[in-house]
């Protein structure tokens, strides 16, 4: 059963906006203590289920939302992560009046949520995040992790492999678990339990929600040839060694045969791409006699991992059907002892009549400043104007209006209305050219702006917690707004 959020609406005042304009402005607090929940989810969905409006609360749990119509609409709100661990978000109900704005005071108790959900863990800290292919930037399922806390960050630095708790990323390349802690732990690291894999990833834990995100980024190739190895060394294989017993190779199947753990005997293998040796997910897997009847199948993992219960000793066929790819069967030996099978199968595409490809435009200069990855993991608000038809805007201001929670003064300056008339900073083409919070008539937004048909990208950050750290100021803290040119 999954488990709702203890949570609080206040429904504070009503004022005036200019017509046509509805407005949701508000805070989200941690239930109990009123400390603000910064990077808070908030939507704004209408009465047909289609979202809105969407943003993240700023540092002091902020949020601003807008509808272009009057209506019935439903505010909902949660803390990214906690749907992993069965907790739903918080869905409550709005009517916008035309031109005004309703005030909310939202409050979430995610620590009720995770104590139920974690129950049993002494002092739980909820550790989730996504472990995906450097390469292909894809998921990467049943990749090893190792999570380990402390309250000093050297304790954690040093975690190696098979340090910590172990967990297992999903289908997905998902990964959420309720970790133990002594209840002054400060600090969480997360690291590939593999042999040569990169130092763990290590994350301060804020006063706070007991919940912390960790991102990874792994070569998946060799992630794949280390679980092998692991494979091969639980039946005492080694690679270097060879021993025991034989290894046969034939015609892309290789056979490893020896005595298993304990004494028990398996069937187990992988099945490998023969161009790069990724594993195949859902390939069939049969086991049949002689005479072609089937004594054993099964379909591969996410991982091209599979499993079969051993045969009497004897010959048997191995057979290995997987979409778009060639199918293969071999002839193996049985020997009653544990054995091991690589097979590798080639590519035969499936040719598609009257197929249509739509992909995503991307920027060159936009990949190398890492824009896309800052949208992919950061909490601004982003616009990528080179995918938008802009002949109808005219002006840098009418796409600032655009980004959620962004206005302009009377004298052409974009601000963030939870800042009063504190200005943020303006980054173009990743030069800071105003830090100031009050400019004087030398370095008006009009003229250090690029023109709007100059524009490749923006990125709002209306909370400078939030911001990219290589551009952060002390001289302002009232948000950041970075620009993009065409190149």
Known sequence: MRRGICTTLLLLALTSLP???????????????????????????????????????????????????????????????????GIEPVSSPVELIDGATRRLLIELDPRAGLATACEGVTDPI????????????????????????????????????????????????????????????????????????????????????????????????????????????????????????????????????????????TIRGRVVNADDDRGIEAATVRLLSEEGEILAAT????TGAFTLPPPVPGPVVVTVDALGYSGRSDRVSYDGRSMILEIRVARAPIALEGLEVEVERRSDYLERTGFYH?????????????????????????????????SMTPGGEPYFPRHGSCLPMIVVDGLTVRTTTSPSS???????????NEISAIEIYRSSTFAPVEWKSSANNCGMIMIWTKH
């Open 19 to 85: 017509a046509s304009a509805q407005v949701v402005i508000g805070d989200v607090t941690e239930a109990g203590t009123g400390r603000p929940l910064a990077g808070a989810w908030i939507a704004l969905v209408d009465s047909a289920g289609a979202e809105v409006d969407a943003t993240v609360a700023d540092y002091d749990g902020g949020f601003t939302l807008r509808a272009a119509t009057p209506g019935h609409y439903d505010v909902i709100a949660s803390l990214p992560g906690l749907a992993l661990f």
């Open 126 to 265: 909820a550790v989730h995040g996504t472990v995906r292919d450097v390469a292909s930037g894809e998921g990467l399922a049943g990749a090893p992790l190792m999570v380990t806390v402390s309250a000093d960050a050297r304790d954690v630095s040093d975690t190696g492999s098979g340090t910590g708790i172990p967990i297992t990323t999903d289908e997905r390349g998902i990964f959420a678990a309720c970790v133990p802690s002594s209840g002054d732990a400060e600090w969480v690291a997360v690291a590939i339990d593999a042999p040569g894999a990169d130092p763990p990833r290590m994350t301060h834990l804020l006063s706070g929600v007991p919940l912390v995100r960790t991102d990874l980024e792994v070569d998946g190739a060799a992630l794949d040839d280390a679980r092998m190895e692991r494979a091969l060394a639980s039946l005492g294989v080694s690679e270097s060694s060879g021993v025991p017993a034989s290894i046969a190779s034939a015609g892309g199947i290789t056979q490893t045969t020896g005595e298993g753990s304990g004494g028990a005997t």
């Open 299 to 302: 379909h591969a993992d996410a």
């Open 374 to 406: 800052r949208q992919r993991f950061g909490f601004g608000n982003f616009l990528d104007v080179e995918a938008m038809d802009v002949s109808r805007i005219l002006t840098t201001g009418q796409l600032l209006v655009r980004m959620p929670g962004t």
């Open 442 to 452: 030398i370095d008006a937004f009009r003229d250090v702006a690029p023109r709007a």
